[in-house]
């Protein structure tokens, strides 16, 4: 048996023999030396307690916490079980975050429902979006439109166009977490329901809220394959940031590349 499965028990005796055997060997070592030196008084000893004291008690082997006990269960989100009908009606009514309160319209998302190629996530409705109750109409949308077409896909045909927030943030000032996190069981669930072949996400709170890395750059986060409850997503610059920043054009075209061959899907441009 190796030492390390032998009982506290088991050692003690066993260094208790062995102490043992070497007072033995000692006392016929004394032996020798009393024929040559006179009588000597050796006391064989009892080594069981000097084991005892050599070989503590064995202390407890650590073991893993357990997982607590489950006291408190969020609450299952309604929304997770609706149907895209219901989800819709829901979302109209709304008041789960500050944001109903200057909407014009709730902007849910418009396109292929059924199986699209590509799923865009954006930000949040701006101001013409809000207007029309549609998502990405305003400038970046039409960008965002010619995008979609050199690599062969369009908001009419193939693919299902939404954002991470379904109501215009004041400004187009950047939807706050609770914002975002208010709204995320309409996302998750059109994801569901609409099933896409892949995620396409633009600019940064897309991106950081479906790779659930709230603190990454886009520079950190794009032109990568991610996957989203086993659905393929890339992420990019969204298409106002390239307005605003004619250097980005060229990321994003090797992003929406690499995207397409994933596809299977044709590329046209450059
Ligand atoms: N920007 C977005 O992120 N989404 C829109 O719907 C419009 C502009």
Redesign the pocket.
């Known amino acids: 048996m190796s030492e390390e499965k032998m009982s506290v028990e088991d050692r003690r005796l066993a260094l208790s023999n062995a102490l043992g055997r070497t007072d033995e060997l000692l006392d016929s070592f004394l032996d020798v030396m009393r024929q040559d030196f006179g009588p000597d008084k050796h006391e064989r000893r009892d080594f069981t307690q000097t084991a005892a004291d050599l070989i503590p008690e064995e202390t407890a082997p650590e073991v893993a916490e357990p997982e607590p006990e489950v006291l408190f269960k969020e609450p299952d989100d309604d929304r997770l079980h609706m149907s895209y009908k219901s989800l819709l009606a829901d979302s109209a009514q709304c008041q789960r975050c500050g944001l109903c309160k200057t909407r014009k319209n709730v ?1 849910f998302g418009t396109g292929c429902q059924d199986r699209p190629v590509v799923m865009v996530i ?5 101001e ?2 809000d207007l029309q109750g ?5 400038k ?2 039409q960008y965002l439109d010619r995008w979609l077409s050199a690599i062969s896909l369009s908001r009419e045909t193939n693919v299902y ?1 939404t ?2 927030v379904k109501c215009r943030p004041p400004q ?1 000032r950047d939807p706050y977490p609770e914002e975002k996190s208010a709204c995320n069981a309409y996302l998750k669930r059109q994801i569901q329901l609409v099933n896409p072949q892949a995620i396409l996400c ?2 940064k ?2 991106s950081t809220l479906m790779t659930g890395q709230p603190d990454a750059t886009m520079g950190a986060l794009r032109g990568r394959f991610f996957f989203y409850d086993g659905i393929p997503m890339m992420c990019t610059y ?3 940031a390239v307005l605003r920043d004619l250097s980005l054009k060229r990321p994003v075209w090797e992003d929406l590349k690499k995207l397409a061959r994933y596809l299977g899907l044709q590329t046209g441009g450059s």
């Not at 549609?134 to 305003?138: A, E, I, M, S």
């Open positions: 902007v954006g930000e949040g409705p701006g013409n979006e549609l998502p990405f109409v305003g970046a949308g166009i954002n991470t187009n633009l600019g709170p897309a969204h298409p106002a």
